[in-house]
């Protein structure tokens, strides 16, 4: 069975700190993709980042950055120095089984608050 | 580029009656999915579509929710009879061709309101 959990339900930071946003997720699949998506308070689904079972680099993208291990099964997100607007639900996901499905398995979200 | 469109933003309506909710996906994407999201269960797949074909409709919690893509451009998701607890955003979500796993791409979702 396929499933991710991100345990984190609520986390609040003063802006400008670094914030690590946990995501641990299970699958037998060799073959899967694991992705980030921010749900900001206005409540659209934003994509953020893809990341292929099979490629372990890590991605900086500005302020964001994630780091993927397959020995822990973890896919967690840092953001960097935090800023108001990075205030959202951010949430987790696995597709798994190639060939057999295209559904996307979603954690139950983070929700990150950055105050001023 | 336009992303996916959704319709209507809001919908408010009494018990009883149907709800019509229609997506627009990307253009050249051939993946459709529709979404449910409620704070009790999260962000739930009801159905998605590859090719204008409905592929897994496993999600679709009872004979009342039918979903349709007619063509590549359009799809509906259709609530007859309406209930209280249908109450939730509905997500629709296109992916592009170009080989398994591709991301999703979320439309701004309709607020459904069943009093």
């Known amino acids: 069975a396929q499933k991710v959990t991100q345990a984190q339900t609520e986390i609040s930071v003063v802006e400008k700190e670094d914030v690590t946003l946990d995501c641990v997720y299970e699958t037998r699949d060799t073959t899967y993709y694991l992705f980030w998506y921010k749900q900001p308070p206005s409540g659209e689904l934003v994509f953020l980042i893809r990341r292929n079972s099979f490629d372990e680099q890590n991605e900086i993208s500005g302020r964001y950055s994630w780091n993927f291990q397959k020995s822990t099964s973890s896919f967690n997100f840092t953001i960097t120095a935090s800023q108001v607007v990075d205030s959202a639900v951010y949430f987790c996901a696995l597709i798994s089984g190639k060939g057999n499905t295209d559904k996307l398995i979603f954690g139950t979200g983070t929700r990150l608050q950055v105050f001023p | 580029d336009a992303g996916v469109i959704q319709s209507p933003r809001h919908e408010v309506t009494e018990m009883g009656q149907e709800v019509t909710l229609r997506c627009k996906p990307i253009s050249g994407h051939n993946s459709l999915f529709w979404y449910r999201q409620t704070m009790m269960r999260g962000l739930e797949l009801l159905i998605y579509f590859n090719n204008n074909v409905p592929i897994d409709d496993s999600g679709m919690p009872e004979d009342r929710f039918s979903a349709k893509m007619p063509n590549a451009s359009f799809s509906t998701l259709k609530i007859q009879p309406s209930e209280p607890r249908d109450s939730a955003v509905y997500f629709c979500?296109?992916?592009?061709?170009?080989?398994?796993?591709?991301?999703?791409?979320f439309g701004d979702g309709t607020r459904l309101s069943i009093l």
């Open positions: 979500a296109s992916s592009p061709t170009g080989g398994w796993g591709q991301p999703q791409h």
